[in-house]
């Protein structure tokens, strides 16, 4: 297929575009660089610098894509909530000017980066596809009335859509000389935050709390291999159906704490990794993880790289060759 990869220059979004590669696809990436990198675009795939809402309709316009993936995006929490306008004009409004391209151009399918902050604070856990929509940030808010416009693009124009709810994307894609990873200038990560301090140039990590109702008293987490990620995007493209818009969360279901994943980290590195105290970050939910069995079922997804230490190995890998 000839696709068209938006924010592909980013970390979810360069990984799934070496995988669409590596599977015979067609790749133009499209994207502004204000927070990718150029040398994360796969080299065999073709480079569009532009912004979302006026370059989608100018490469789209050369007809002939098969399909969008969608991931360009802010997604900063903390950010959202202290300047909204970023996420309403950089997410809903640019998403909204790709969706009209999409239409004015037929491409028949698109497949959206959702999130599983689209939930908010979760009333039960595993959290289904069926739980309420009620996010407690803009960055969450900003991504669910994306996902409402694209199911009416797909009622009214016979748009074949997925969105993917990613709960914590993690690792890195490592393929011979191919090293693909979280590089945010604003890091907030858990996973790469402690390996800044396994690499020496961060000196402790912060535990945000230590008394929610979890086994050890930190949060927890469903951390998901990017690779696995980018697995569950060429899938979701094979099955999309014209006129619908169907919804898949993506986590392994299984959920590991804050403490776990800094153990992991020390084993991994062999590096003390000192861990400070702190009070609880705002906003933060204790317990998130993924019921991912209609993504199973529908799709035959499975995550395969879900111990980790694997994932927490691959990232130190990518970072080590920073
Ligand atoms: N966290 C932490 N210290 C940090 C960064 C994150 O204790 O320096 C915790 C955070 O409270 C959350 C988990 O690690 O429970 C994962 O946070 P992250 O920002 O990676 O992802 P989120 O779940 O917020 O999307």
Redesign the pocket.
Known sequence: MKLLVTGGAGYVGSVCAAHLLEAGHEVVVLDDLSTGHRDAVPSDATFVEAELGAGAGEVLAAGGFDGVLHFAARSL?GESVTEPEKYWSGNVLASFRLLEAIREHAVPRLVFSST??TYGEPDRVPIPESAPTLPTNPYGASKLAIDHMITSYATAHGVAATSLRYF?VAGAHVAGDVHLGERHAVE????P?VLQVAAGTRES?????DDWPTPDG????DYIHVDDLADAHLLALQHATAGRHDVYNLGSGHGFS?LE?VEACRAVTGHPIPAVLTP??AG?PAV?VAASDRAAEQLGWKPSRTELQRIVADAWEFARGR
Do not use: E, P, Y
């Open positions: 929490v599983a902050a914590n907030t990560h858990l996973i935050l990590i912060s535990i945000f709390g930190t949060c927890v987490r804050v994943v609880r970050r933060d998130l």
